[in-house]
Structure formats: C-alpha cells, structure tokens
C-alpha cells in the first residue's frame, strides 16, 4: 500500500487545516488507517485511527478538536483538526494497516502563536 499525504502548512492557533493521505488501493481492504505526528525531539504519537468497523480512536489532546473520516470512493483518510493549538505544532504522518503497517511521507504542521 501507498500513501500519499498532503494538506499540512502553517496556520494560526485556533485555525483549521485538513489533512488528506490517499492509499494506491482501496481502503475496504485496510483494517486501520489513521495519523501519527511527531513534534521536534520528541516521539511519535498516535493522533487517531480508525478501523474499517467504524471504530475511531483519538489520543487525549486532541478529543474535542480533530475528527478522522474516510472516503471509500477516493481511498481517502482524512484529518480535520480544529482549533489548533501551537502544540499542535509537528510532521504528520498516515499510515495503514493490513497486516503490515504502511506510512505515507510526513506533511508539515506549524501552528503559531
């Protein structure tokens, strides 16, 4: 599986962005997709997942804010993040997984203050 991600850029806090990452084949077959982030110097953390039963997951600092979806017609996993903060501030990062895990490139996020 391929991902292609895009959509990062530099925004205000409290601004919005969406994030896109397209998979090279249909999403049916993907048991979770979902975004990492990495900020600088730190690990990566899972932001949120969601698997193909419908079940979301999202870490504690961005319930509330973020909301993952999918498009099945354009094998699409999307990333609405709202009211972004600056520690929000990272390279983000989709993956899949089906079987193995799958990561697309990084899009840059920086949320200034």
């Known amino acids: 599986v391929q991902l292609q991600a895009s959509g990062g850029g530099l925004v205000q806090a409290g601004g919005s962005l969406r994030l896109s990452c397209v998979a090279s084949e249909s999403i049916f077959n993907i048991i979770v997709m979902g975004w990492y982030r990495q900020a600088p110097g730190k690990q990566r953390e899972l932001v949120a997942a969601t698997s193909s039963g419908g079940v979301t997951n999202y870490a504690d600092a961005v319930k509330g804010r973020f909301a993952i979806s999918t498009d099945n017609a354009k094998n699409t996993v999307y990333l609405q993040m709202n009211s972004l903060k600056p520690e929000d501030t990272a390279v983000y990062y989709c993956?899949?997984?089906?079987?193995?895990?799958?990561w697309g490139q990084g899009t840059e996020v920086t949320v200034s203050s």
């Open positions: 993956y899949a997984s089906k079987g193995s895990i799958y």
